[in-house]
């Protein structure tokens, strides 16, 4: 395992590994946990949150489509899928029932705070791989769009507030730490 850093990101790379590689292996991941996010929000807001059920839908299949971007471009290069796949899902399945129960204010916090570090995680990535990985930043600048749009719908909803406060630094730390732990397992 190589220790590599470029951009202001860093990553221990396996034998054969590219930093472009582990970062489309690890966002590979993160699109599969924000999947199963909003698949269990959306189960519980037919009941929470019913006025959010049609925004919830988009974001699903903006989430799909995000994942089968990273899933392609992983299976041209004969690359596998991160060893946090799983986690991500486990993860983005319980704070989406979790968050799901809690009702509107707390699904759309969670967004806010999922998306605000997946935006800044995507800058460096497109940066770090500018010059080395254009197909990486290709796929990278396509998503860039829909991440904003869901952050900037989702922060419309929000009124503010303590709670509000403490489960967007809860969900953002959670975000990085997985993020974390992908770049460098
Ligand atoms: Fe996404
Ligand atoms: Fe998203």
Redesign the pocket.
């Given at each position: 395992m190589a220790a590599r850093a470029s951009a202001k990101l860093t990553a221990r790379l396996a034998p054969g590994e590219t930093l472009g590689d582990r970062v489309l292996r690890v966002d590979h991941a993160g699109e599969h946990g924000?999947v199963c996010v909003y698949r269990a929000q959306r189960r519980l807001a037919r009941w929470t949150a019913p006025d959010l059920l049609s925004e919830i839908d988009e974001?699903i299949a903006?989430?799909m489509r995000?994942r089968a971007l990273f899933a392609a471009e992983l299976a041209r290069r004969g690359q596998p899928r991160c060893l946090s796949y799983p986690v991500c899902a486990t993860l983005g399945t319980l704070l989406g029932t979790l968050t799901g129960l809690l009702g509107r204010h707390a699904i759309s916090a969670t967004?806010v705070a999922?998306?605000r570090v997946?935006l800044r995680h995507m800058a460096q990535q497109i940066a770090a791989l500018s010059a080395s990985d254009p197909a990486a930043v290709l796929i990278l600048t396509d998503i860039l769009a829909?991440?904003q749009e869901?952050h900037d719908r989702s922060a419309a909803h929000l009124p503010g507030g303590h709670f509000q406060k403490l489960l967007d630094t809860g969900v953002a730390a959670a975000t990085e730490a997985v993020i974390w732990i992908g770049m460098r397992r």
């Open positions: 924000a974001y903006h989430e995000h967004t999922i998306e997946v829909e991440e869901h």
